[in-house]
């Protein structure tokens, strides 16, 4: 069973960046297309990027151009960068496993990491 540990997350002010991590355990982490979802208060938690096992990648407009996804097969870990952050991106930022067509989740949620931008 494949298990996801995020983390990176902070308080930034607008305008900052921040580098998130997701750590994935099981020996087939390789084999999955892998995305990062946020979830804010009050709202439903939302796709944000995704990336196959091969490297290729897909963002939700709302951070196109702004954030960066990316993985090392050979550490079982997905990364996401996050520049000229503004305040509605304050959220609590999952991984998961995902099927690429539809990034719809694969496997159960790990404890996220919270991200808050705010002055």
């Known amino acids: 069973q494949v298990q996801f540990v995020e983390s990176g997350g902070g308080l930034v002010q607008p305008g900052g960046s921040l580098r998130l991590s997701c750590a994935a355990s099981?020996?087939?982490?390789?084999?999955?297309?892998m995305g990062w979802y946020r979830q804010a208060p009050g709202k439903q938690r939302e796709s944000v990027a995704g990336?196959?096992?091969?490297?290729?990648?897909k963002y939700a407009d709302s951070v196109k151009g702004r954030f960066t996804i990316s993985r090392d097969n050979s550490k079982n870990t997905v990364y996401l960068q996050m520049n000229f952050l503004k305040p509605e991106d304050t959220a609590v930022y999952y991984c998961?496993?995902?099927?690429?067509?539809?990034?719809?989740?694969?496997?159960?949620w790990g404890q996220g990491t919270q991200v808050t931008v705010s002055s």
């Open positions: 990336i196959t096992n091969g490297g290729m990648t």
């Open positions: 099981g020996s087939i982490f390789s084999t999955y297309s």
């Open positions: 998961n496993a995902i099927v690429w067509y539809n990034s719809t989740p694969l496997r159960s």
